[in-house]
C-alpha cells in the first residue's frame, strides 16, 4: 500500500493534526475555502476521470475497513481467559487509540473498571459517549481530553454513571461554549469534580473593558 | 416590370436600414444575433445541453426508469437505496419531482427530529434500529470526495416514556417485545424504572400519576433532521440522480382486464407518463417512466387520485382510496431558566405532551398532539398559541413544576402525513396499479424510519420481495382487508 499512499499525499493537508482518521481521504475543507482556486491535482484528476474517482472511494472505504478490523472483538480470547485479559489483549494489540462504537465492546464487561482514559481517541464520538452506562456501577474516574469528535451532546449522557468522581473534559475542540458546557456538566454531577478548560480561556477581553490603571503615567495633551 | 420597380424600393430601404444600424442601439443587437446563432451552433456539437429551439435545462428529462414523487427525506432515501442495490453502476436512471425546492411546508424540516426503538410493532422496532445503525456509520454511506462531512448533531439522551395505571401493563409487554426483537442480534436497550427510581434520577419530576416509566438507555435520542437531506440529497445527486421541480399534475395510464384464477373479473393498471407542471407556468413535460414511487408525504393522497387509486365504487379494492391525510401539529420552543438541566430526555408524558432539551441555553421544544375534536385546519401552517396556553402548558407544569413559569419564544406548525386507517406506514406496490408503489403515511414516525423505508422499497421493486426488514404488514391491502396494525405509542 505504500505506492497508494504516496499519491494520496497530494491531497491538501487537514486541519485536525494527530492520528490519521479515514476522513483525510474524504478531503475535509473548510466552508469558506473556496474549492476552485486550490485544486490538488488529484482533485482535478477525479472531477473529470471516473476510475480516478472509483479509486479515491475504494481507498478510503479500505481505510475505513481497517479501524473496523482493528477494533472487533477477541472472542475467542475472551471465551478461554476471561473478559479481563480480552479488554487488555485489545488494549495492547493496536494502541487503544483505535477505538470506536465497536471497540467498546471489549471494555464493556469488565464490571469492575475503575479508571478510563479516552484521550486523544480520535475516532470516539457521542455515539460512544452514550454506550458507557454499562460501567456505572464502578467507573469513577474517566478522562476524555482531546477526543476531536465529543461534543456537549455526547456529554449529556455521562449522568448515567452516579459514581464518577473525577471527569477530564479539557481541550475538546468540538464542544463549541466550553465554560458554559463545564458548568452544566458539574450541574449534572454534583458529586464530580470536573476539570475543563481553563475559566479565563472563555472570556474575550476587548481593550475597553480592561480596567483602567489609574495610577499609570497620563499621556500628555 | 414588377421586379424593376421593386428592386429600387428595396435597395433604398436597405441603404436606409444601412444607415441607421450606425447609431449605438441597432450595433448592439447585431452583437446579441450574433452570441445567439454561436450558442445554437454549439447547442449542436455533441456532449453540451441541446437548446436548440429552447431553453430546456429546467425541464425534467423525456424518460426515467423510476420517477420518485416528492424529494424529502423518504424519496431521498428510496432514491438512495435504489442506487446502492442496483446491480450494474449506472443501471436504473431515478428523477426525484419535488414540488417546494424550498422546502418550506416540507414535514422533513419542520421535524422535532426525534428517534426512539419504543414502538409497539415489531416491524416499527427494527425500522428504527435499522435507522440507527446508519445514522451512527453515517460518513460512510454518505460519504462524498472532496466534501465535509455529514454533522447530525446527534443527542443520545433517549426516550423517556411515563405510563399511568391504566397503561403500565402495556408499557412493560411493549418494553419485554422491543428487548427481544433483534436486527443484526440487537435488541432495543430500554429499562423500566419505577417512580422512586424516577424521582431519584430525575430529581426535577413530579411523579404524581405515574406508575411506570421505560427509558431508553441508548440508541435513542434527537438530532437535525435538515442536514440528513441535506446529506442524503449531496450523494444521490453526486450518485447521478436527476432532480426537478415540478408538480405531477396527469398519469397517463393504460388498463388490462385479466381475469384472476377465482374467474374473477380485474383492471390492472399501469402507468406509463408522469406529466410534471413548472411552477407559474403551463408548460410541462411528459416523463415516460417504468416506476413510480409515491413518496409525497402529507399530499400522498391527492397523488394517489391522480392515478385512479379510490376511483371505484366504495367497498371493492378499486374503490378504496389511500387514507393519508395532511394533519397540522404545533411546535413550540420556550425559554425556562430553572429548568431541568443537560441530562433531560425527550420526555412523553401520560396525555400525549412531549418536550425535549433545545441546546444549552435552557430552551425547550414540545408539543401535544390533538385529540380527534381539536383538530385544527390543515389548510395552512399558522400556529394556535391559545393551544400551548390551555392544552399544553398546564400539563408540562404539573409535571414538571419549574415549567410553571417560562416564556414562549417561537413556534411552528407542520404537517403529519396521517394515515387515518392505522397511523402506520404504506410501504408497497398497489395490488391493481401495477406500477405504483407507496412509501408515506408514517403519521409523525416518517424522519425516524425513512432509511429503513427506502431500503425497503428498493428492495421489494429490486428483488420483488422484502429482504432486510418484513413490512409485509405494512402493504395497501390491509385497507381493503380492514386488518388494522395499530401503533400504540403514537407521539
Not at chain 2, 407542520?414 to 410501504?427: E, I, K, M
Amino acid at each position: 500500500m505504500a505506492a497508494p499512499r504516496a499519491v494520496l499525499r497530494l491531497v491538501p493537508p487537514k486541519w485536525n493534526v494527530g492520528r490519521r482518521g479515514f476522513r483525510d481521504l474524504s478531503g475535509v475543507v473548510t466552508p469558506e475555502r473556496n474549492l476552485r482556486k486550490k485544486r490538488t491535482l488529484l482533485q482535478f484528476l477525479s472531477d473529470h476521470f471516473y476510475e480516478v474517482e472509483f479509486l479515491r472511494e475504494y481507498l478510503l472505504q479500505r481505510q475505513i475497513q481497517k479501524v473496523h478490523l482493528d477494533n472487533r472483538a477477541y472472542s475467542h480470547i475472551e471465551s478461554t481467559y476471561g473478559p479481563d485479559i480480552a479488554g487488555a489483549y485489545f488494549v495492547l494489540k493496536h494502541g487503544g487509540a483505535v477505538i470506536n462504537y465497536h471497540g467498546l465492546d471489549s471494555l464493556l464487561s469488565l464490571k469492575e473498571l475503575q479508571s478510563l482514559s479516552l484521550q486523544r481517541c480520535p475516532h470516539l464520538d457521542d455515539w460512544c459517549l452514550s454506550r458507557l452506562y454499562p460501567l456505572a456501577g464502578s467507573l469513577q474516574e474517566l478522562l476524555l481530553a482531546g477526543c476531536p469528535r465529543i461534543s456537549e451532546r455526547g456529554l449529556a449522557c455521562l449522568h448515567h454513571l452516579p459514581n464518577l468522581r473525577k471527569l477530564d473534559i479539557s481541550d475538546l475542540p468540538a464542544v463549541e461554549f466550553p465554560s458554559l458546557t463545564q458548568i452544566l456538566v458539574e450541574e449534572m454531577l454534583p458529586n464530580c469534580e470536573v476539570i475543563g478548560t481553563d475559566w479565563a480561556q472563555g472570556l474575550r477581553q476587548g481593550p475597553e473593558e480592561q480596567p483602567q490603571d489609574t495610577a499609570g503615567p497620563i499621556p500628555a495633551e | 416590370m414588377l421586379r424593376r420597380v421593386l428592386r429600387p424600393t428595396l435597395g433604398r430601404s436597405l441603404l436606409i436600414r444601412g444607415l441607421s444600424s450606425r447609431s449605438g442601439n441597432s450595433i448592439l443587437d447585431w452583437d446579441g444575433n450574433v452570441s445567439e446563432i454561436k450558442k445554437k451552433i454549439r447547442s449542436l456539437i455533441p456532449g453540451e445541453p441541446s437548446n436548440f429551439l429552447y431553453d430546456t435545462k429546467h425541464l425534467p428529462p423525456e424518460h426515467s426508469d423510476v420517477v420518485i414523487v416528492g424529494g424529502g427525506v423518504i424519496g431521498l432515501s428510496v432514491a438512495f437505496w435504489l442506487k446502492t442495490l442496483e446491480k450494474r453502476r449506472g443501471a436504473i436512471r431515478v428523477l426525484v419531482v419535488e414540488r417546494d425546492q424550498t422546502y418550506s411546508k416540507a414535514s422533513t424540516g419542520l421535524s422535532v427530529g426525534g428517534i426512539r426503538q419504543q414502538f409497539s410493532l415489531p416491524q416499527n422496532v427494527q425500522l428504527s434500529l435499522f435507522a440507527i445503525d446508519f445514522l451512527r456509520n453515517i460518513n460512510e454511506h454518505l460519504a462524498v470526495a472532496d466534501a465535509p462531512p455529514v454533522d447530525l448533531q446527534f443527542n443520545p439522551s433517549g426516550y423517556l416514556l411515563l405510563a399511568s395505571e391504566e397503561g403500565a401493563a402495556v408499557l412493560e409487554s411493549n418494553v419485554r417485545m422491543q428487548s427481544h426483537v433483534s436486527l443484526r442480534q440487537e435488541g432495543a436497550k430500554i429499562c423500566l424504572m419505577s417512580p422512586a427510581q424516577l424521582q431519584k434520577k430525575f430529581p426535577w419530576i413530579n411523579v404524581e400519576g405515574v406508575a411506570l416509566a421505560s427509558y431508553g438507555m441508548e440508541n435513542e435520542g434527537w438530532f437535525d433532521p435538515w442536514s440528513l437531506l441535506q446529506g442524503l440529497r449531496r450523494k444521490v445527486q453526486s450518485m447521478g440522480v436527476f432532480f426537478c421541480q415540478g408538480e405531477v399534475t396527469r398519469f397517463v395510464t393504460s388498463s388490462s382486464r385479466m381475469r384472476t384464477s377465482v374467474g374473477e373479473e380485474v383492471n390492472l393498471k399501469r402507468i406509463h407518463e408522469v406529466h410534471v407542471k413548472m411552477d407559474n407556468s403551463l408548460e410541462y413535460q411528459p416523463v415516460k417512466c417504468a416506476i413510480v414511487i409515491n413518496a409525497a408525504g402529507a399530499w400522498s393522497g391527492q397523488v394517489a387520485e391522480l392515478a385512479g387509486v379510490g376511483k371505484g365504487p366504495p367497498g371493492t379494492l378499486q374503490g378504496t382510496k389511500l387514507p393519508v391525510e395532511p394533519r397540522k401539529r404545533f411546535v413550540y420552543l420556550w425559554h425556562c431558566p430553572q429548568g431541568p438541566g443537560l441530562e433531560t430526555p425527550l420526555i412523553t408524558d401520560t396525555n400525549g405532551v412531549y418536550f425535549r432539551r433545545e441546546g444549552l441555553g435552557k430552551n425547550y421544544v414540545g408539543g401535544r398532539s390533538p385529540t380527534e375534536e381539536e383538530e385544527p385546519d390543515p389548510a395552512n401552517l399558522e400556529v394556535d398559541h391559545d393551544f400551548f396556553q390551555n392544552k399544553v402548558w398546564p400539563h408540562l407544569a404539573q409535571r414538571v413544576p419549574a415549567f410553571e413559569s417560562l416564556k414562549v419564544r417561537s413556534a411552528w406548525a407542520g404537517y403529519y402525513d396521517y394515515n387515518t386507517f392505522d397511523q402506520n406506514g404504506v410501504v408497497g406496490p398497489h395490488p391493481l396499479v401495477v406500477n405504483m408503489y407507496f412509501a408515506t403515511g408514517f403519521s409523525g414516525h416518517g424522519l425516524q424510519h425513512a432509511v429503513g423505508v427506502g431500503r425497503a422499497v428498493a428492495e421489494i421493486l429490486l428483488n420483488g420481495h422484502f429482504q432486510t426488514i418484513d413490512l409485509t404488514p405494512f402493504l395497501f391491502s390491509r385497507f381493503y382487508l380492514e386488518e388494522k396494525v395499530l401503533e400504540q405509542n403514537i407521539i
